[in-house]
């Protein structure tokens, strides 16, 4: 073997490691998933003795009411929560974008909830919504007002999920967005300033467009997050009441502890996966066009 | 389109003052010159009249409007930036019609007006373009031309050619100059480098840690600088400084110095009376020195060809100097040559304060 093709191979060698692990971590339980996923598996059972039953957990998940409602939760879950965490984190971003005395310590405050384990959300919310000796209906009752039924209710219950996850996760766009914002070249804003631009112009017509890279990244990690929510809201409603925030992770959970099914669960473990593996290619493909286009422009730029 | 005056202007950062009781007019259409080292304060003056940086003290008039607290789209103005500051999402058109377009101009004459402008520098082939497919000067015509759709009274340019080669610097200073000719408005020029503030300005205006040296005419700030840093930032090459004394013997004043004494003209005797005896700085620029016979004889340690002319590379009463003189027969190191200077071209500083005599 000549030393040229030798010097070739050491990175593969490097790699081999991470690859042999990545292999038995990652590969090796998807091969696993996709093969129970055809089989009527019951824990009780080994996989040996489940019987295959080809694509049936499949075709009968699509004819589950409650499946569908699972899922039909899942993406208004992500919907709502992932355009209110862009709105408001993007928009906090802007306002604290300044030199004022004691940002840095606002900005500190501002992503502490993302820090914190999301068991601990969960529960922490959880008694925040108590019915009786929760903060909120103290409150609403200390002013008169009318106790509301915030995990009782199956409207308010997906509502106060909803505020849990956006209370925890707006501060990861917050700084992302933050970031973005102050690598942005400050003479473009100043020349915008010069144009005539007015703060609300300078956002929409200079600001937002530059950082569209950024946001469009986060945009789709946060998406791809909400999809996995699992443990916030395990704690604070377990999926109910009734199905009202029943998302995928859940059902996914309780098919395969409460119902036994696991051929079933591992179908819809698939399916999640499925969604979650197109939004990471959105982003991938993103990304390589991102830098195709600058790599275009710097040949430009080199030939000018 | 007004005069622009400042009035007692000042500038803190927190505790540290860069300027202090700046005062400075400029008549109506012309054509003015910042310069000085960096740090002297030349561009946080800029970006205080553009609205940019907060005025800490004193009045910015553009006609009888103070406009020192005014917003920057308040003070009818249009800028050139050092980095071109373009819009790095919008292309050409769109990057020089962005003013028209808030202003709510209406469609066909945006459109009529960004062509016209762009004809003038040559960028309606790139219209389309965004600027990061454009080469560096292509950008800077861009950035020029936003500034010039707006029709503004003032226009204020931040180092704009700092970041060309050579070459092209040379030459879009000289379109500049046509412009400047063409549309005759107050413009506002801030450089370190002296060659653009000569050929650029209608009036120089020197700066130096945040206070004004000198201002005049370019002609006035070579011929009569008021103090040795004008004199020695002025001019290129540099002018030469050495110490000397002034001594008068048999009714000539003349500024002597170790192996030298260049006789000073009679006018000069009177103002210089008090400092008889006395050291001073004597400035002489490369320029002033012709070679001839019965002058001081001077060794060539370097030459530097440049063409039509030579620098060469010398030595004074102990001092390095250089002397530039015109290409007739090459001149090697090594040599030993004779050269004049006219005591009317010599400038005098106080060596104290620095001041001219």
Not at chain 1, 172 to 192: G, N
Not at chain 1, 201 to 208: D, P, V
Not at chain 2, 158 to 174: C, F, H, I, T, V
Request: proline letters at 5%; charged letters at 20%.
């Amino acid at each position: 073997m000549s030393i040229a093709r030798t010097n070739r191979l050491t990175p593969y060698l490097f790699l081999a490691p991470a690859g042999l692990v990545l292999l038995f971590a990652l590969f090796y339980p998807i091969c696993y998933m996709i093969y129970a996923s055809f089989l009527d598996w019951n824990p009780s059972q080994r996989i040996g003795e489940a019987d295959f039953v080809g694509i049936r957990n499949y075709t009968k998940l699509f004819s589950d009411p409650a499946f569908r409602e699972s899922m039909w939760v899942t993406l208004k879950f992500a919907a709502v929560v992932v355009t209110l965490e862009m709105i408001i984190g993007v928009g906090l971003a802007l306002l604290l974008d300044r030199n004022i005395r004691g940002m840095s310590v606002l900005r500190t405050l501002f992503i502490l909830p993302m820090m914190i384990a999301p068991i601990v959300v969960g529960l922490m919310w959880r008694y925040m919504y108590h019915p009786t000796v929760g903060i909120f209906n103290k409150t609403l009752k200390s002013w008169g007002f009318d106790p509301i039924p915030w995990l009782s209710d199956g409207n308010w219950a997906f509502a106060s999920v909803i505020i849990a996850d956006v209370w925890q996760w707006t501060p990861f766009i917050f700084i992302l967005s933050l970031a973005a914002l102050q690598s942005l070249p400050s003479s473009a804003i100043e020349a915008s300033k010069i144009d005539g631009a007015t703060g609300w112009q300078q956002i929409i017509y200079i600001k937002l467009p530059l950082m569209l890279p950024v946001l469009i990244v986060t945009l789709l990690l946060r998406l791809i997050d909400s999809f996995k929510v699992l443990e916030v809201v395990l704690v604070m409603t377990n999926g109910g009441p009734g199905l009202s925030t029943e998302i995928m992770s859940l059902r996914i959970n309780r098919t395969a502890s409460e119902f036994r099914e696991l051929g079933e669960a591992a179908a819809m473990s698939n399916l999640l996966l499925i969604v979650l593996l197109i939004l990471t290619f959105t982003m991938f493909i993103y990304n390589k066009a991102q830098d195709a286009r600058a790599a275009r422009l710097r040949a430009v730029e080199e030939e000018a | 389109m007004p005069e622009i005056r400042l009035q007692q202007l000042r500038k803190d950062y927190g505790a540290v003052n860069v300027i202090e009781n700046l005062n400075l007019e400029m008549a109506d259409g012309e054509f003015t010159v910042l310069v000085g080292p960096s740090g002297c304060g030349k561009s946080t003056t800029l970006r205080m009249i553009a609205g940019l940086e907060s005025v800490t003290g004193g009045q910015i008039m553009i006609g009888d409007r103070d406009v020192s607290q005014l917003e920057p789209k308040e003070r009818d103005l249009a800028m050139v930036f050092q980095d071109y500051a373009l819009y790095p999402h919008m292309n050409v058109a769109k990057n020089m019609s962005f003013a028209l377009r808030l202003a709510r101009m209406n469609k066909s004459d945006i459109e009529k007006r960004v062509k016209e402008v762009a004809a003038t520098l040559d960028l309606t082939a790139y219209l389309d373009r965004k600027p990061a497919e454009l080469s560096g000067g292509q950008r800077q015509r861009v950035a020029m031309g936003r500034a010039l759709v707006r029709d503004a009274g003032t226009f204020l340019f931040d180092e704009p050619l700092s970041n060309l080669d050579a070459k092209l610097r040379g030459q879009m200073r000289a379109e500049l100059a046509l412009m400047s000719q063409r549309i005759k408005k107050n413009m506002i020029y801030v450089t370190h480098d002296q060659v653009e503030a000569m050929t650029l300005g209608d009036k120089i205006v020197v700066m130096k840690f945040g206070e004004i040296m000198q201002a005049g005419t370019p002609e006035e700030l070579y011929r009569s600088p008021a103090n040795k840093f004008v004199a020695g930032f002025i001019g290129s090459p540099t002018m030469n400084f050495l110490t000397a004394e002034l001594v008068e013997e048999g009714g000539v004043l003349s500024a002597t110095g170790q192996g030298f004494a260049i006789p000073l003209p009679d006018a000069r005797k009177a103002s210089l009376q008090a400092h008889h005896d006395r050291t001073i700085h004597l400035g002489i620029r490369p320029s002033s020195f012709s070679e001839g016979p019965g002058g001081l004889k001077m060794p060539i340690i370097l030459s530097e060809y440049i063409g039509a002319q030579s620098v060469l590379i010398s030595e004074l009463g102990g001092q390095r100097v250089s002397i530039e003189v015109n290409t007739v027969a090459p001149i090697r190191a090594g040599e030993e040559r004779e050269f004049t200077v006219q005591g009317d071209e010599v400038h005098l500083f106080d060596p104290k304060t620095e001041a001219a005599l």
